[in-house]
């Protein structure tokens, strides 16, 4: 079983949509969560943080997480093409402090 | 405050030579993570520093492949007699530690094997 695992996409959205990302985790250890966007032939860049259980937004995004179920997402609302890219979950373990990412899911978002 | 700096963007290398990958972390981070990442591919975790400390070198290769963090200077990931297989984008993370985790990635640097 991956450590971490994202729905695999791609995901094609038109403009203005929801666009919905999902992850699970298999180390029940993992203390902290983390969106990033990566564009391509670019670096991910940091989009949000997340501890405890509930959601959390920050401008058109909201994390989402559910420790009992080992589950993490993210929303996207009011989708621009600027959000075209490819969106990875990370998941930081208190146990080995690594930090595992998903594959990550492809986002294009239609004018 | 600068991000996280890692030098060169670009390297080309011949097989068999030595490729020496810098990361410089943010200012006060003591925690590195360095990752490959294949066109296409996800990020897959090489290995985890901190400051003088190998911590968890788990996904590098034990072979050809060595990464340091020394007490002052940049962390360097060093690949000798480097394959075509070597080809990949190279990326550090640091984090300040204890309780944020907060990891930020360099540029990444750009690996080529001819």
């Known amino acids: 079983q991956k450590e971490v695992e994202q729905n695999s996409g791609p995901l094609s959205v038109p403009e203005g949509a929801i666009a919905s990302l999902n992850c699970t985790y298999s180390d029940r250890g993992s203390q902290s969560f983390f969106w990033y966007r990566q564009y391509s032939g670019k670096s991910p860049e940091l989009i949000m943080s997340?501890?405890?259980?509930g959601d959390k937004e920050d401008g058109r995004f909201t994390a989402q997480l559910n420790k009992a179920s080992q589950y993490v997402s993210l929303l996207i609302r009011d989708s621009q093409p600027s959000d075209s890219a490819t969106y990875l979950c990370?998941?930081?373990?208190?146990?080995?402090?690594?930090?595992?990412f998903g594959a990550g899911t492809t986002v294009t978002v239609r004018a | 405050n600068a991000g996280v700096m890692q030098n060169p963007r670009h390297l080309v290398r011949r097989r068999g030579q030595e490729a020496r990958l810098r990361c410089s972390p943010m200012k006060g981070h003591s925690h590195v993570y360095w990752y490959r990442q294949l066109p296409e591919e996800g990020l897959k975790f090489m290995v985890y520093l901190q400051k003088e400390n190998i911590i968890d070198e788990s996904g590098m290769p034990k072979e050809r492949f060595s990464a340091e963090f020394p007490k002052e200077g940049p962390s360097i990931l060093r690949i000798q007699q480097v394959v075509r297989g070597d080809s990949a984008a190279y990326f550090c993370?640091?984090?300040?530690?204890?309780?944020?985790?907060?990891?930020?990635f360099g540029q990444g640097t750009r690996l080529t094997v001819v």
């Open positions: 997340i501890y405890s259980n």
């Open positions: 990370a998941v930081h373990s208190s146990n080995d402090y690594k930090l595992s």
């Open positions: 993370a640091s984090y300040l530690g204890q309780t944020d985790t907060e990891a930020f």
